[in-house]
């Protein structure tokens, strides 16, 4: 059964047509995603739909009563205001008053002003006039489902927290259609997946945008896409999405050439000599006219990213060594005696809640941070590219091009000059763009800045601090390609699980009290064992070695044989360890591939096939805790 419509609704930004001619309906409990290329106008398309800007042309439809909710992208919140206030909000005139009601009240515990007292009052009656206090239930309930305090001061929360209280502020009307603009913006994994499991249980009807591939495919009954200024409709989920739209690409692309080729032959026919031109059809000519007309019309697919990575020389097999690591912040622990050593070729994921530690942990990697306790030691030729998310790197007031190259016009990519402008343009810059000034630039554009800038330095460790922030899925995918191919090794944070699968070999995961589980694989290999739950893992241990306080599964029994031989795995791969670090010490000195060949090759052998036995003792041992 409907409940909204749009008709023909047309709507242009100057020169530039947004909307052309959109066609909408939306059922009671679908979940829609929109999805489509940065700045293609999704979410004006939202506004229109919520009626915040009126379209230039069409007609718009809902049924009577409907109520929506409204989550936008990004908002500047008061942080001065409390949660119920922002929640409240969600009301109108009613949700101000219960607002204003609390704020009084709270103010009144520590004070016996009179005109408090009186507005106090007239508050209450106006509420009891309105029914007011039932709508304060429904406010009370929103903010236990969504584990918010309605005291909280916004100022005091983390970004995901932020999120929440909007988003309690959308649900808090009840909303017979909820519409969402980023949802997972300042979320970490364990948010993402409530948010998820929340919105699959929503009753009425979602239409959202995202550029999280995992939520858009778990959470999609119908895709509709935004192209050019036209809104297509794809029953299904992601992946079924994927491949209708592959095919229909390559009908586009076929029509295209034959459409391209008869223009070709007809501009050849109409510049022929003058006795051609004495003799040509009329009609013909007016049919190459319209041919031009319709060429100039189309709107040929935005272009994708062509992106590369410069690389450097090799590094040594040793990448980085961390001994017994601990740090903390004003009494905080956040990373608890870890010790890890990463090789060369390792890509490893580093996930956890916001605010846990993890751009603390690379920090301490790269020597920017001296940990509390214990010790780093870098393998040798190690040359880094770093992204860091909060794009310190980028001077705001400087041009794109300044940014990139310090104004030059070439920049050299393994071992080739090219010209800055083109090279900008493959990260979809077009030359007009170069010499804008970063703080004029989007969020998507900031992001594309930067992988353009730290893949023009010659690098075998890249080190990604978060970087799919803003952008869409075609240079998501495109960047996961690029670090698929990539020789060297990877650190990387993402609260992107899709990327993190895409990408990985390893994952570090953050639990309680600063201590770091390591993982084998993606985030989907894993995610029954991490159970990153609402907050973190609920399975601490320290790394690669078995853990003695994990909590025990209700299982199959162990055999007698296999708890003999659970005992003596730790000692085990204690051993191993130790052999594998003095081989590893030896091989890093200077003029280990100066002695004998046959010297180099026996203990470079056997350093393969500790390692080989290393991560089969790691898996018989998880196989057997297991099963505990």
Known sequence: MPILTLEDISLAFGHVKLLDNIQLQIDSGERIALIGRNGTG???????????????????????????????????????????????????????????????????????????IQRLAELQQIIDTNNGWLIHQRISTVLDRLKLNADDRVGTLSGGVRRRVLLAQALVCEPDLLLLDEPTNHLDIAAIRWLEEFLIRFQGALLFISHDRSLVQNLTTRIIELDRGTLSSWPGNLAHYNKKKTEQLEVEETQL???????????????????????RNQGRARALMQLRKEKSAVRKQIGKARISINLGDASGKQVLELDRVSHGFNGTTVINNFSSTIMRGDRIGIIGPNGCGKTTLLRIMLGELKPDKGAIRTGTRLKVAYYDQQRSQLDMEKTVLENL???????????????????????????????????????????????????????????????????????????????????????????????????????????????????????????????LGSQQPDKPSTNKKPATNKPKK????????????????????DGLETEQKTLQDAINQEGFYKQQRDVISEATQRLDEINKELEQAYNEWHVLEEKI
């Open 42 to 116: 999704k979410s004006t398309l939202l506004r229109v739909i919520a009626e915040h800007i009126k379209a230039d042309d069409g007609t718009r439809w809902q049924k009577q009563n409907l109520r929506i909710g409204y989550l936008v992208q990004d908002v500047a919140l008061d942080s001065g205001q409390s949660v119920y206030k922002i929640v409240a909000e969600g009301l109108s005139n009613i949700g101000k008053w219960l607002g204003e009601y609390e704020r009084i009240a709270a103010s009144l515990k520590h004070s016996t002003d009179k005109k408090l």
């Open 257 to 279: 050439r034959k459409a391209d080729k008869k223009l070709d032959e007809e501009e050849t026919w109409i510049r022929q000599g003058i006795k051609a031109r004495r003799k």
């Open 405 to 531: 190259n310090l104004g030059r016009d070439y920049v050299s990519i393994n071992g080739q000059n090219r010209h800055a402008i083109g090279y900008l343009k493959d990260f979809l810059f077009p030359p007009q763009r170069v010499h804008s000034p970063v703080k004029s630039l989007s969020g998507g554009e900031r992001n594309r800045l930067m992988l353009a800038r730290i893949f023009t330095q010659p690098a075998n460790l890249l080190v990604l601090d978060e970087p799919t922030n803003d952008l869409d899925v075609e240079t998501l995918e495109l960047l996961e390609e690029l670090l698929a191919n990539f020789d060297g090794t990877i650190l990387l944070i993402s609260h992107d699980r899709a990327f993190l699968d895409n990408v990985v070999t390893s994952l570090l995961i953050f639990g309680d009290n600063g201590v770091i589980q390591e993982y084998v694989g993606g985030y989907q290999d894993n995610v029954a064992s991490i159970q």
């Open 554 to 573: 209700s299982s199959t029994k162990l055999s007698y044989k296999q708890k003999q031989r659970l005992r003596e795995l730790p000692k085990l791969i």
